[in-house]
T-cell receptor, first 109, second 116 residues
């Protein structure tokens, strides 16, 4: 079973920031938070990961709460090509990647 | 270009036939993985391999078999014992099984298997 809880779906207007929440209340101290996305009928694409600190790369920002029980993925300026299913995963080892159903983000013009 | 390739993209087979899905990587990764995805669902781990000639069962290994004769290749055979083989199959690889951020898992494009 996935160790995370995400909303089933979200909408976002094109050009606006998309904020995708994730709850991981049972995360252990050395487990990382990973985000992937999957466009229909393609393999999941790595977005970003973090342990304790907030992280930013060319694709997104990851905000992790101080108690590490939840996080938010931020796409700063969503485009139509960002429409996808977004997965939040907590893991220690690579054979422990538990993908739940994710959040289906729809970016609307 | 470095990456993971899976072939074919679409595969059709008759019920009762074994079928082998290909996965090749040129990333020099040690660890490789096979996942199954059903419509509207997340990914479930079938098998994984840390090194050549070694592999372990994941959560749903029944009805599947794998081999790891070469570092670059990790083929998956869907046998007739798999009750519901129709699904989207994804292969992935990492530098190693256990570790931190440098061991991010990368995925191939997937193979959609339909059993008629």
């Amino acid at each position: 079973d996935a160790k995370t809880t995400q909303p089933t779906s979200m909408d976002c207007a094109e050009g606006r920031a998309a904020n995708l929440p994730c709850n991981h209340s049972t995360i252990s101290g050395n487990e990382y938070v990973y985000w992937y996305r999957q466009i229909h009928s393609q393999g999941p694409q790595y977005i970003i990961h973090g342990l304790k600190n907030n992280e930013t790369n060319e694709m997104a920002s990851l905000i992790i709460t101080e108690d590490r029980k939840s996080s938010t993925l931020i796409l700063p300026h969503a485009t139509l090509r960002d429409t996808a299913v977004y997965y939040c995963i907590v893991r220690l080892f690579n054979n422990d990647m538990r993908f739940g159903a994710g959040t289906r983000l729809t970016v609307k013009p | 270009d470095g990456g993971i390739t899976q072939s074919p993209k679409y595969l059709f087979r008759k019920e009762g036939q074994n079928v082998t899905l290909s996965c090749e990587q040129n990333l020099n990764h040690d660890a490789m993985y096979w996942y199954r995805q059903d419509p509207g669902q997340g990914l479930r781990l079938i098998y994984y391999s840390q090194i050549v000639n070694d592999f372990q069962k994941g959560d749903i290994a029944e009805g599947y078999s794998v081999s790891r004769e070469k570092k670059e290749s990790f083929p998956l055979t869907v046998t007739s014992a798999q009750k519901n083989p129709t699904a989207f199959y994804l292969c992935a690889s990492t530098t190693r099984l256990a570790g931190g951020p440098q061991d991010t898992q990368y995925f191939g494009p997937g193979t959609r298997l339909t059993v008629l």
